[in-house]
């Protein structure tokens, strides 16, 4: 079964600053690997999906790498802003319907 | 654009107890999903349906039923509720199987099972 793990659980950063989030998966085998967003109370919204064939995927001041043969991703945050603290989680996509979730890092950007 | 709607948003079961959670998505999607969230665990799927009539069990379907009479609706059904089930339901649909094909989520149901 695969396995997702993100660390750090909870990260707090100054406004402005870059940041790199983690992912790591055990099973190299997906299809694809998404990032989501999760606000309080709220559900999740989709940031980037790399498909397995792909190394990296980039919406706005968001990048995400994807190294299939070490079991890592990782969401690049770029200039930082308020506005971006939330949950964001990883899931590591193994067949047609087997998306697998980590279990996400709360993020806070101070003002 | 509703995109993928659960109702109820907050319910209070005592055990035993049964209830249905109904999602609705308005995107003509194929596939839909229900997951559970629960805290120190990433989401983990219930069922899922690929298309009007037809459902699969996903990790943890023990203890729940589901529908997909319409395409537009998935019904989860919990027929006698336990305190395991406390937990933060999520419906998903996406347009089909295809590695490209993104979850579009609805804002969940907190349930809690006394």
């Known amino acids: 079964k695969q396995e997702v793990t993100q660390i750090p659980a909870a990260l707090s950063v100054p406004e402005g600053e870059n940041l790199v989030l983690n992912c790591s998966f055990t099973?190299?085998?997906?299809?694809?690997l998404q990032w989501f967003r999760q606000d309080p109370g709220k559900g999740l919204t989709s940031l980037l999906l790399?498909?397995?064939?792909?190394r990296e995927q980039t919406s706005g001041r968001l990048n995400a790498s994807l190294d299939k043969s070490s079991g890592r991703s990782t969401l690049y945050i770029a200039a930082s802003q308020p506005g971006d603290s939330a949950t964001y989680l990883c899931a590591a996509q193994t067949g047609a319907n087997n998306l697998f979730f980590g279990t996400g890092t709360r993020l806070t950007v101070i003002p | 654009n509703a995109g993928v709607t659960q109702t109820p948003k907050f319910r209070v079961l005592k055990t035993g107890q049964s209830m249905t959670l109904l999602c609705a998505q308005d995107?003509?999607?194929?596939?839909m999903y229900w997951y559970r969230q629960d805290p120190g665990m990433g989401l983990r799927l219930i069922h899922y349906?690929?298309?009007?009539?037809?459902?699969a069990k996903g990790e943890v379907p023990d203890g729940y039923n589901v529908s997909r009479l319409k395409k537009q609706n998935f019904l989860l059904g919990l027929e006698s509720a336990a305190p395991s089930q406390t937990s933060v339901y999520f419906c998903?649909?996406?347009?089909?199987?295809?590695?490209?094909?993104?979850?579009?989520f609805g804002a969940g149901t907190r349930l809690s099972v006394l």
């Open positions: 349906s690929v298309g009007e009539g037809t459902t």
């Open positions: 099973d190299s085998a997906i299809y694809n």
């Open positions: 790399i498909q397995s064939s792909q």
């Open positions: 995107m003509n999607h194929e596939y």
């Open positions: 998903a649909s996406r347009r089909g199987g295809g590695a490209k094909n993104i979850q579009y």
